[in-house]
């Protein structure tokens, strides 16, 4: 499957709706109708045709989009149906229509509305709505059957896009029924092509030809003016009497003499003279088939119960009775709309019965195919409400807990009656955990809550279940509803909540465990209690194990790899996304969920080392699915780092697109965490970029520096407090304003030491600025020793990116670093730090030839007696000979300091000389 289909099939979209239906090789072709249109259109961009079913519009919209193709346009279909009236439907397939125009945010976009299926769309439709006019490419829009659409907020996105559609697009629309659209403004100034029903309608002499072109009769010219005046040249009525002449043994004038089509009601003209004039062997299929929403001749055998479905629809298409090929290959077929309702009716009508099975039949074939949603909805259409419900039961689950599409799950409970969802708890938390990973914690929390007061209380529900179907109910709604809180970004209750069912649960719960665990350690990533936060991963992946939950290994990786990158602990955070990456397999339609989870640890670990070559190659399904369900912390990890990426490569303006697309998100989708970090984000690279002024004004607009906000929850505040102030330091540094900037880094070191002793990649970030100041300010050695506290700690893990994102006001320091460690003697560690520093450079320097870090620390055998890092390379430099002034000068220490360090290693190794203390080193591998 190519990338395009396996996007389409990850969003349960039927590639058949974005295609135009084949024309004939003998079909009646419009040529003369077409080509007006066209130049008619290429000055107005816009073309309606309205008329009645069976007028042809589909094979003129079929013609203009081949000709449009010819004369190089690029060209989009759409064809509509009931559903599409339900605007995230609606919305998935005009996005997935002009997917190839812009394929990178066509699928962010189809992931958001899959992880944000309820909601207002009318935000939404206005972004798509800027996303098209600002396609530069020319290109049509074919929509097709637009008589399905009257919801208000897709006919107000249409209003909008018609008012506004730019000089390069042309838009086509087709529809049986006026169209409900506001046209007047289009038509009082001519920039309107209207197609009606007397354009599409054929004359006589288009009449003589298509009888015989396409069914092989011979007809006069007078003849075809009567048969023009019975049926006002209607399409499908001829093509009726057409088929009817083809069985009558009456000569085709006295035929058409006889015919009076338009004088009889359709059902009475088709049931006496087409159905009756067909063996009966093809009237038979035709009625057992006709409840079909489209087949093949496999789905065909097995609702009719015989083995004809090749032979039948050959027949069928060879007669041109009224059947449309889904595809190229002829694999699938529906109906015309206008035989496929009659037939219907009719099978109703003669045996209601055999309708009903016929829908169970052909659910049963998709159940076994795996084509679930068309499962569900034959059952749905023969009233089996409880066989969906049952089904949806069974299999939402996988789908929710497992493969992590939440769209379907709630897309299937749209389609269940109401009525029929509380009649099992099961399908209620399993509704309860894709509304809270779909921003609707809310409702979550209401389901879980109504399973709870149903198994305090069975008279509310009268479910039957046993106690261990208790007791699994009750610990799965307790889970649910925590992790409902969490993707509220309630941190703090939800931790409360998480520690309180830890207490209680049985200890055989295993997945309800595992997800307790996850959620608490989430909850704990997000109030910077890191290690803690990994501990309840560790948790939360043992119990996965237990339970053989993938999804919630990856889960417990994703917070495990997340916490250790935050306490700079690469190496770590790597395990995780390889356990993750391990855990997920081989991408294919089931675990592309799971995938990107791995892909985004392994992402950011990219980012904090600066490999920007290996974030670009990162896989394809990581790096778009940028709107992952539910919590911020997936979310704000793909937008920042896919940012980070584009900066890096110099194409500030795209990064800055897509923080203001995840900005955007996260104010539609009321998630305040994400909205303040992606503008800290935006902030922070327009002043790695020198564009100080810019930032400023990103800073002023999004009112940045105003922490005490009403929307902003109080637990969140502190943290933003942080990281307002960091971003206040970084612009008094870029404004030359150094001493106000020095101050406010002071105290952020002081507090994250405090309170947050754990953020190494945010102490790595405020050492370096600190190192900044105080090199602006003139302290150059305290400088130089500033930052090479971090080089020494951070160069262990190749942890770049907290160093660099300063910029080019390191380079001096680094430079200077570089210059008094020229002539000395490198060994171990010492050589990883050099290497390092050296790298850094060629990063801020912006040399191409960087390739990937890799940290090429050694690890020692032996007891190192518990040495501090800076003892350790005290003893290093020592069992390399160095003098104690040689080791100052390496180290950027004082000599008193060097002396005070060797005196520990001295105490701790239990030796008396320089010369014991070498030997020493050697032992344990050191030098």
Same mark, same amino acid.
């Given at each position: 499957?190519?990338?395009?289909?396996?996007?389409? $099939?990850?969003?349960?979209?039927?590639?058949? !709706?974005?295609?135009?239906?084949?024309?004939?090789?003998?079909?009646?072709? /419009?040529?003369?109708?077409?080509?007006?249109?066209?130049?008619?259109?290429?000055?107005?961009?816009?073309?309606?045709?309205?008329?009645?079913?069976?007028? &042809?519009?589909?094979?003129?919209?079929?013609?203009?989009?081949?000709?449009?193709?010819?004369?190089?346009?690029?060209?989009? #279909?759409?064809?509509?149906?009931?559903?599409?009236?339900? $605007? @995230?439907?609606?919305?998935?397939?005009?996005?997935?229509?002009?997917?190839?125009?812009?394929?990178?945010?066509?699928?962010?976009?189809?992931?958001?509305?899959?992880?944000?299926?309820?909601?207002?769309?009318?935000?939404?439709?206005?972004?798509?709505?800027?996303?098209?006019?600002?396609?530069?490419?020319?290109?049509?829009?074919?929509?097709?059957?637009?008589?399905?659409?009257?919801?208000?907020? +897709?006919?107000?996105?249409?209003?909008?896009?018609?008012?506004?559609?730019?000089?390069?697009?042309?838009?086509?629309?087709?529809?049986?029924?006026?169209?409900?659209?506001?046209?007047?403004?289009?038509?009082?100034?001519?920039?309107?092509?209207?197609?009606?029903?007397?354009?599409?309608?054929?004359?006589?002499?288009?009449?003589?030809?298509?009888?015989?072109?396409?069914?092989?009769?011979?007809?006069?010219?007078?003849?075809?003016? =009567?048969?023009?005046?019975?049926?006002?040249?209607?399409?499908?009525?001829?093509?009726?009497?057409?088929?009817?002449?083809?069985?009558?043994?009456?000569?085709?004038?006295?035929?058409?003499?006889?015919?009076?089509?338009?004088?009889?009601?359709?059902?009475?003209?088709?049931?006496?003279?087409?159905?009756?004039?067909?063996? $009966?062997?093809?009237?038979?299929?035709?009625?057992?088939?006709?409840?079909?929403?489209?087949?093949?001749?496999?789905?065909?055998?097995?609702?009719?119960?015989?083995?004809?479905?090749?032979?039948?629809?050959?027949?069928?298409?060879?007669?041109?009775?009224?059947?449309?090929?889904?595809?190229?290959?002829?694999? #699938?077929?529906?109906?015309?709309?206008?035989?496929?309702?009659?037939?219907?009716?009719?099978?109703?009508?003669?045996?209601?019965?055999?309708?009903?099975?016929?829908?169970?039949?052909?659910?049963?074939?998709?159940?076994?195919?795996?084509?679930?949603?068309?499962?569900?909805?034959?059952?749905? =259409?023969?009233?089996?409400?409880?066989?969906?419900?049952?089904?949806?039961?069974?299999?939402?689950?996988?789908?929710?807990?497992?493969?992590?599409?939440?769209?379907?799950?709630?897309?299937?409970?749209?389609?269940?009656?109401?009525?029929?969802?509380?009649?099992?708890?099961?399908?209620?938390?399993?509704?309860?955990?894709?509304?809270?990973?779909?921003?609707?914690?809310?409702?979550?929390?209401?389901?879980?809550?109504?399973?709870?007061?149903?198994?305090?209380?069975?008279?509310?529900?009268?479910?039957?279940?046993?106690?261990?179907?208790?007791?699994?109910?009750?610990?799965?709604?307790?889970?649910?509803?925590?992790?409902?809180?969490?993707?509220?970004?309630?941190?703090?209750?939800?931790?409360?909540?998480?520690?309180?069912?830890?207490?209680?649960?049985?200890? =055989?719960?295993?997945?309800?465990?595992?997800?307790?665990?996850?959620?608490?350690?989430?909850?704990?990533?997000?109030?910077?209690?890191?290690? !803690?936060?990994?501990?309840?991963?560790?948790?939360?992946?043992?119990?996965?194990?237990?339970?053989?939950?993938?999804?919630?290994?990856?889960?417990?990786?994703?917070?495990?790899?997340?916490?250790? %990158?935050?306490?700079?602990?690469?190496?770590?955070?790597?395990?995780?996304?390889?356990?993750?990456?391990?855990?997920?397999?081989?991408?294919?339609?089931?675990? +592309?969920?799971?995938?990107?989870?791995?892909?985004?640890?392994?992402?950011?670990?990219?980012?904090?080392?600066?490999?920007?070559?290996?974030?670009?190659?990162?896989?394809?399904?990581?790096?778009?699915?940028?709107?992952?369900? &539910?919590?911020?912390?997936?979310?704000?990890?793909?937008?920042?780092?896919?940012? /980070?990426?584009?900066? #890096?490569?110099?194409?500030?303006?795209?990064?800055?697109?897509?923080?203001?697309?995840?900005?955007?998100?996260?104010?539609?989708?009321?998630?305040?965490?994400?909205?303040?970090?992606?503008?800290?984000?935006?902030?922070?690279?327009? %002043?790695?970029?020198?564009?100080?002024?810019?930032?400023?004004?990103?800073?002023?607009?999004?009112?940045?520096?105003?922490?005490?906000?009403?929307?902003?929850?109080?637990?969140?505040?502190?943290?933003?407090?942080? =990281?307002?102030?960091?971003?206040?330091?970084?612009?008094?540094?870029?404004?030359?304003?150094?001493?106000?900037?020095? !101050?406010? %880094?002071?105290?952020?070191?002081?507090?994250?030491?405090?309170?947050?002793?754990?953020?190494?990649?945010?102490?790595?970030?405020?050492?370096?600025?600190?190192?900044?100041?105080?090199?602006?300010?003139?302290?150059?050695?305290?400088?130089?020793?500033?930052?090479?506290?971090?080089?020494?700690?951070?160069?262990?893990?190749?942890?770049?990116?907290?160093?660099?994102?300063?910029?080019?006001?390191?380079?001096? +320091?680094?430079?200077?670093?570089?210059?008094?460690?020229?002539?000395? +003697?490198?060994?171990?560690?010492?050589?990883?730090?050099?290497?390092?520093?050296?790298?850094?450079?060629?990063?801020?320097?912006?040399?191409?030839?960087?390739?990937?870090?890799? @940290?090429?620390?050694?690890?020692?055998?032996?007891?190192?007696?518990?040495?501090?890092?800076?003892?350790?390379?005290?003893?290093?430099?020592?069992?390399?000979?160095?003098?104690?002034?040689?080791?100052?000068?390496?180290?950027?220490?004082?000599?008193?300091?060097?002396?005070?360090?060797?005196?520990?290693?001295?105490?701790?190794?239990?030796?008396?000389?320089?010369?014991?203390?070498?030997?020493?080193?050697?032992?344990?591998?050191?030098?």
């Amino acid at each position: 499957m190519d990338e395009v289909g396996l996007t389409f $099939s990850q969003f349960q979209i039927l590639e058949t !709706k974005l295609k135009p239906p084949s024309i004939r090789a003998e079909a009646l072709t /419009r040529d003369q109708l077409s080509q007006r249109a066209v130049c008619d259109t290429s000055g107005t961009g816009l073309l309606t045709i309205v008329a009645s079913a069976g007028s &042809g519009k589909s094979t003129l919209m079929a013609e203009l989009f081949s000709n449009s193709e010819k004369n190089s346009k690029y060209c989009c #279909w759409l064809s509509l149906d009931e559903d599409d009236n339900e $605007s @995230s439907i609606f919305y998935k397939y005009l996005i997935a229509s002009i997917y190839n125009l812009d394929p990178k945010s066509a699928t962010r976009e189809l992931a958001f509305l899959k992880a944000n299926p309820s909601r207002n769309y009318n935000a939404l439709f206005d972004s798509l709505l800027a996303r098209i006019i600002s396609i530069k490419s020319k290109f049509v829009l074919f929509v097709d059957d637009f008589q399905f659409i009257d919801n208000p907020d +897709i006919v107000r996105f249409w209003n909008k896009l018609i008012t506004n559609t730019p000089a390069n697009m042309c838009v086509v629309i087709a529809s049986r029924n006026a169209l409900p659209l506001d046209l007047s403004r289009r038509q009082v100034s001519g920039m309107i092509t209207e197609v009606k029903q007397e354009k599409l309608n054929l004359t006589a002499s288009e009449i003589v030809k298509y009888l015989q072109s396409i069914h092989n009769i011979e007809c006069s010219i007078e003849s075809a003016e =009567t048969l023009h005046r019975s049926t006002e040249g209607w399409v499908a009525g001829i093509q009726l009497a057409a088929l009817a002449m083809s069985n009558s043994t009456e000569s085709v004038t006295t035929f058409i003499e006889g015919f009076t089509g338009k004088d009889k009601s359709l059902t009475e003209y088709l049931l006496k003279t087409v159905l009756g004039g067909l063996p $009966s062997e093809v009237r038979e299929f035709l009625l057992l088939t006709s409840p079909l929403i489209r087949f093949s001749a496999s789905l065909c055998n097995h609702v009719s119960h015989l083995a004809n479905g090749h032979a039948m629809l050959d027949y069928l298409d060879k007669n041109n009775l009224f059947i449309v090929s889904e595809d190229r290959e002829a694999v #699938w077929f529906r109906y015309h709309h206008l035989f496929a309702d009659f037939l219907r009716s009719e099978l109703k009508k003669v045996n209601p019965a055999k309708y009903k099975e016929v829908c169970i039949n052909a659910a049963k074939w998709c159940e076994n195919e795996d084509m679930l949603t068309e499962a569900i909805q034959y059952y749905l =259409t023969s009233k089996s409400f409880e066989k969906a419900a049952d089904l949806i039961t069974t299999r939402a689950p996988d789908f929710a807990l497992l493969r992590g599409d939440h769209y379907t799950v709630l897309d299937w409970m749209r389609r269940l009656p109401a009525e029929y969802h509380a009649n099992r708890p099961r399908l209620l938390l399993v509704h309860a955990w894709s509304s809270a990973f779909s921003r609707d914690p809310e409702n979550a929390v209401d389901l879980c809550r109504k399973v709870l007061a149903g198994l305090a209380d069975p008279s509310l529900f009268l479910w039957s279940l046993s106690d261990v179907d208790k007791d699994e109910c009750y610990w799965r709604a307790k889970s649910t509803e925590a992790i409902a809180t969490v993707c509220a970004d309630e941190l703090v209750t939800s931790s409360a909540l998480c520690e309180s069912a830890l207490s209680e649960i049985p200890s =055989t719960e295993f997945f309800n465990i595992s997800s307790i665990h996850n959620c608490l350690g989430y909850a704990l990533l997000g109030r910077r209690e890191y290690l !803690k936060s990994v501990h309840h991963a560790a948790e939360g992946y043992k119990y996965s194990i237990k339970a053989g939950s993938n999804y919630a290994s990856l889960w417990a990786e994703f917070v495990e790899g997340v916490a250790n %990158i935050e306490m700079g602990k690469l190496r770590m955070a790597f395990e995780s996304a390889s356990k993750a990456s391990y855990k997920a397999g081989p991408i294919d339609d089931n675990n +592309i969920y799971l995938c990107a989870m791995a892909d985004f640890i392994h992402t950011d670990i990219n980012v904090q080392k600066c490999n920007f070559n290996l974030v670009k190659r990162n896989s394809y399904y990581g790096r778009s699915f940028l709107s992952l369900y &539910g919590p911020v912390e997936p979310l704000l990890l793909a937008f920042r780092n896919e940012a /980070r990426q584009l900066a #890096w490569a110099g194409s500030l303006d795209l990064a800055r697109q897509v923080l203001h697309q995840g900005q955007e998100t996260a104010l539609t989708t009321n998630q305040p965490r994400l909205h303040f970090g992606l503008v800290a984000e935006e902030i922070e690279l327009q %002043i790695w970029d020198n564009q100080t002024a810019a930032a400023r004004e990103t800073a002023l607009r999004n009112d940045f520096f105003n922490i005490q906000k009403e929307d902003v929850p109080e637990e969140l505040i502190p943290a933003f407090s942080d =990281t307002s102030q960091l971003l206040l330091a970084r612009l008094y540094l870029a404004e030359n304003k150094v001493e106000e900037a020095y !101050k406010i %880094i002071v105290k952020l070191i002081n507090l994250t030491q405090m309170k947050y002793s754990e953020s190494m990649r945010q102490l790595y970030t405020l050492r370096t600025m600190k190192a900044v100041a105080l090199w602006q300010l003139g302290s150059k050695k305290e400088s130089a020793r500033e930052l090479d506290k971090v080089i020494t700690a951070a160069c262990l893990e190749d942890h770049a990116y907290p160093i660099v994102v300063s910029g080019r006001r390191v380079v001096p +320091i680094l430079e200077e670093m570089q210059a008094k460690r020229a002539n000395g +003697i490198l060994s171990g560690e010492l050589s990883v730090k050099h290497e390092f520093v050296d790298r850094l450079l060629r990063l801020l320097n912006g040399d191409a030839r960087d390739t990937v870090g890799d @940290s090429k620390s050694e690890s020692y055998e032996g007891d190192s007696c518990e040495l501090t890092n800076r003892e350790v390379d005290i003893l290093k430099l020592v069992g390399a000979g160095m003098t104690n002034n040689d080791i100052a000068r390496e180290l950027m220490l004082s000599i008193a300091t060097v002396k005070w360090h060797l005196h520990n290693v001295y105490q701790k190794v239990e030796v008396r000389s320089r010369t014991a203390a070498a030997a020493y080193a050697r032992k344990i591998n050191l030098i």
